[in-house]
T-cell receptor, first 114, second 118 residues
């Protein structure tokens, strides 16, 4: 695709429900990142996928958060038993290769837990 | 861990004037990249300018330039001839150029909200 695509754009969910956020990276990009942006905060790293290597999950805040990347392309971030503090914008980015190339960001998913 | 600090939560500038946004960072690495990203209300992060730490020359992209002081670990962004379309949140970011699990990860400051007055 032309850019990184994220869906849904906005999601409102009830506390305790599970949600899935989708990221479609730029075709051919091997690296994919998820970040979380809480109100008034910078971007917080969540997880990183690179090719077929094991993902770097060191930024996931709790075991309620998980992510997968199927076929080296589309990625899904899943939040189980959502809490109000999970409310944030979740941004996905991809890059052609992790070290020397620019990261392109999607427009994010705004998650509101009520 | 690397930290990035933006000490100005908000800044404002008159159209056509010049404004400088500040950023400092902390790292023990000698080779790394620094970035300024712009985030308009659409939420999409847009790369404004990048600087490789091994380059002494300050990066410039049209009206945007940086003042990179490696010893002081300072990386400020200067916007010249400010335009209404420059209004946005600006984030300073750091990326390691080394190997390992942090490869490619960006560390962000908390951002500076820039308002441009007509």
């Amino acid at each position: 695709g032309a850019g990184v695509s994220q869906s849904p754009s906005n999601k409102v969910t009830e506390k305790g429900k599970d949600v899935e956020l989708r990221c479609d990276p730029i075709s051919g990009h091997t690296a994919l990142y998820w970040y979380r942006q809480s109100l008034g905060q910078g971007l917080e790293f969540l997880i990183y996928f690179q090719g077929n290597s094991a993902p770097d999950k060191s930024g996931l805040p709790s075991d309620r958060f998980s992510a997968e990347r199927t076929g080296g392309s589309v990625s899904t971030l899943t939040i189980q038993r959502t809490q109000q503090e999970d409310s944030a914008v979740y941004l996905c980015a991809s890059s052609l290769k992790p070290r020397d190339s620019e990261a392109f960001f999607g427009q994010g998913t705004r998650l509101t837990v009520v | 861990a690397q930290t990035v600090t933006q000490s100005q939560p908000e800044m404002s500038v008159q159209e056509a004037e010049t404004v400088t946004l500040s950023c400092t960072y902390d790292t023990s690495e000698s080779d790394y990249y620094l970035f300024w990203y712009k985030q308009p209300p659409s939420r999409q992060m847009i790369l404004v300018i990048r600087q490789e730490a091994y380059k002494q020359q300050n990066a410039t992209e049209n009206r945007f330039s940086v003042n990179f002081q490696k010893a002081a670990k300072s990386f400020s962004l200067k916007i010249s001839d400010s335009q209404l379309g420059d209004a946005a949140m600006y984030f300073c970011a750091y990326r390691s150029s080394g190997r390992g699990s942090t490869l490619g990860r960006l560390y962000f400051g908390r951002g500076t909200q820039l308002t441009v007055w007509p």
